[in-house]
């Protein structure tokens, strides 16, 4: 049974609109439904009503089987006397639900999960896209995604195929975002565990995941979740495994552990090498000793220069983002904790004309290739973060992000780098903006 909307209605405005599915326990019995008001339910003052708001009389009680088996036809009657006065422990309620998924809720969680390979056999991608079906919020702590990959992979310097060890790769949740009810846009990577066991990697929920609501769904446009060799290894291209998901009891994560595998202790000879350091996501838990890497100079941005173009999508809910970012000079830059700023308009339609606040809006990157360098041709959107402000979007760059050596640039050739919605969906009202001579900060 689901309560939903059983509301205080009335002349009574201390507890009018309050919904007595929040102060009362749904009981299913051999014979029917109880609903047991707890202690911190409020009074019925005279002229005060319970019941569905509103002029059609909507149901605030549904019943479903748990694996969505069909209800035979039945007739309901009311019993004679249908309210009654007990003591709280009169009727036998059921114990309270764990705080995590169980085996029961995954009929209701129906979930889409993937995984292949990507940039030239370089990365392992993994997508999720995981649905509440269910008429009530299902919790997601406990979930456990299971992808098994492979650590076979192509030596460049021996030309030889070899397995790997685990410790060997990189992997991390790149975005994990909650589509629809109160908790929009949220990411949920820093409550997830990452693990490999064999040649799986395996990715669980931890008790901060909490719920999701009905009819909202988990995932993201593109992969979730990343792997690759930290010197750049081609995977040995085989059939992967089907993912799977279970429920298991929920991790406690004091810290964020959405990675796997060790970071070389020194970066540089993994640079000289590979000819690309791994990369690291801002949010590395501070017990794990990471190698230091280099910033940027002011002065060598100085050579740095780059242009934005933004065209709104016809249905106006959506700003469509090209960018180029070229080395003028005569030495390599380091792109480690380079920003530039995107300029153009976030002025949506609501109340009129109006900016919202900029955590109202979303932006995603969707591809940027280095182009000139004799290293991997890699998509290098993991090296960076899109930070929405009054101004625009501003392109900033990680610990461990490429260099870009002279004459070098980024770019897409002309295919979208980014895009740009508000959360609400609300459309935009400016339609194009086009900047050239961008300039880069340290």
């Given at each position: 049974?689901?309560?939903?909307?059983?509301?205080?209605?009335?002349?009574?405005?201390?507890?009018?609109?309050?919904?007595?599915?929040?102060?009362?326990?749904?009981?299913?019995?051999?014979?029917?439904?109880?609903i047991?008001?707890?202690?911190?339910?409020?009074?019925?003052?005279?002229?005060?009503?319970?019941?569905?708001?509103?002029?059609?009389?909507?149901?605030?009680?549904?019943?479903?089987?748990?694996?969505?088996?069909d209800?035979?036809?039945?007739?309901?009657?009311?019993?004679?006397?249908?309210?009654?006065?007990?003591?709280?422990?009169?009727?036998?309620?059921?114990?309270?639900?764990?705080?995590?998924?169980?085996?029961?809720?995954?009929?209701?969680?129906?979930?889409?999960?993937?995984?292949?390979?990507?940039?030239?056999?370089?990365?392992?991608?993994?997508?999720?896209?995981?649905?509440?079906?269910?008429?009530?919020?299902?919790?997601?702590?406990?979930?456990?995604?299971?992808?098994?990959?492979?650590?076979s992979?192509?030596?460049?310097?021996?030309?030889?195929?070899?397995?790997?060890p685990?410790?060997?790769?990189?992997?991390?949740?790149?975005?994990?975002?909650?589509?629809?009810?109160?908790?929009?846009?949220?990411?949920?990577?820093?409550?997830?565990?990452?693990?490999?066991?064999?040649?799986?990697?395996?990715?669980?929920?931890?008790?901060?995941?909490?719920?999701?609501?009905?009819?909202?769904?988990?995932?993201?446009?593109?992969?979730?979740?990343?792997?690759?060799?930290l010197?750049?290894?081609?995977?040995?291209?085989?059939?992967?495994?089907?993912?799977?998901?279970?429920?298991?009891?929920?991790?406690?994560?004091?810290?964020?552990?959405?990675?796997?595998?060790?970071?070389?202790?020194?970066?540089?000879?993994?640079?000289?090498?590979?000819?690309?350091?791994?990369?690291?996501?801002?949010?590395?838990?501070?017990?794990?000793?990471?190698?230091?890497?280099?910033?940027?100079?002011?002065?060598?941005?100085?050579?740095?220069?780059g242009?934005?173009?933004?065209?709104l999508?016809?249905?106006?809910?959506?700003?469509?983002?090209?960018?180029?970012?070229?080395?003028?000079?005569?030495?390599?830059?380091?792109?480690?904790?380079?920003?530039?700023?995107?300029?153009?308009?976030?002025?949506?339609?609501?109340?009129?004309?109006?900016?919202?606040?900029?955590?109202?809006?979303?932006?995603?990157?969707?591809?940027?290739?280095l182009?000139?360098?004799?290293?991997?041709?890699?998509?290098?959107?993991?090296?960076?973060?899109?930070?929405?402000?009054?101004?625009?979007?501003?392109?900033?760059?990680?610990?461990?992000?490429?260099?870009?050596?002279?004459?070098?640039?980024?770019?897409?050739?002309?295919?979208?780098?980014?895009?740009?919605?508000?959360?609400?969906?609300?459309?935009?009202?400016?339609w194009?903006?086009?900047?050239?001579?961008?300039?880069?900060?340290?």
């Amino acid at each position: 049974p689901a309560c939903h909307g059983m509301i205080y209605q009335g002349a009574d405005e201390e507890f009018w609109g309050m919904d007595l599915c929040t102060v009362s326990s749904v009981v299913m019995t051999e014979t029917g439904v109880q609903i047991q008001f707890q202690e911190n339910a409020p009074p019925l003052r005279p002229g005060a009503f319970v019941g569905s708001y509103g002029d059609h009389g909507e149901p605030f009680l549904w019943i479903h089987h748990k694996r969505w088996e069909d209800l035979a036809p039945t007739t309901a009657s009311i019993p004679e006397t249908p309210i009654v006065c007990q003591g709280l422990d009169a009727i036998a309620l059921p114990p309270p639900s764990p705080p995590y998924c169980t085996e029961e809720d995954l009929p209701e969680l129906g979930s889409t999960l993937s995984s292949d390979f990507k940039e030239d056999n370089k990365m392992i991608l993994m997508s999720a896209d995981i649905t509440n079906d269910g008429p009530n919020d299902q919790e997601i702590a406990g979930l456990k995604i299971v992808y098994p990959v492979t650590r076979s992979v192509r030596n460049w310097q021996t030309e030889a195929t070899e397995d790997a060890p685990a410790d060997e790769f990189f992997a991390y949740c790149h975005a994990l975002y909650i589509y629809g009810g109160d908790r929009w846009g949220e990411n949920l990577c820093e409550q997830t565990a990452m693990d490999f066991v064999g040649d799986s990697i395996e990715i669980t929920f931890g008790e901060g995941a909490g719920k999701l609501c009905s009819g909202c769904s988990l995932g993201n446009v593109e992969a979730a979740f990343y792997m690759f060799h930290l010197k750049w290894f081609d995977f040995d291209q085989i059939a992967l495994g089907t993912p799977s998901v279970e429920c298991v009891e929920a991790p406690v994560i004091d810290q964020p552990s959405f990675w796997v595998g060790t970071l070389p202790e020194d970066a540089d000879d993994v640079d000289e090498e590979a000819g690309d350091a791994p990369p690291q996501d801002s949010n590395v838990p501070p017990a794990m000793e990471t190698p230091e890497v280099e910033g940027c100079s002011q002065g060598d941005v100085a050579s740095l220069s780059g242009w934005s173009d933004v065209k709104l999508k016809s249905d106006s809910l959506v700003q469509f983002v090209k960018f180029e970012l070229e080395n003028t000079g005569s030495e390599t830059v380091s792109l480690n904790d380079v920003s530039v700023l995107l300029p153009f308009s976030l002025e949506i339609w609501q109340n009129g004309k109006e900016i919202d606040a900029p955590e109202k809006y979303r932006a995603d990157c969707k591809e940027l290739w280095l182009h000139g360098s004799n290293g991997p041709q890699l998509n290098i959107c993991q090296f960076l973060d899109l930070i929405v402000v009054e101004e625009g979007v501003v392109v900033q760059f990680k610990d461990f992000a490429p260099e870009l050596c002279p004459g070098c640039k980024l770019t897409t050739w002309n295919k979208n780098f980014a895009l740009v919605n508000h959360l609400s969906w609300r459309k935009f009202a400016v339609w194009s903006a086009y900047s050239e001579d961008l300039s880069a900060e340290c």
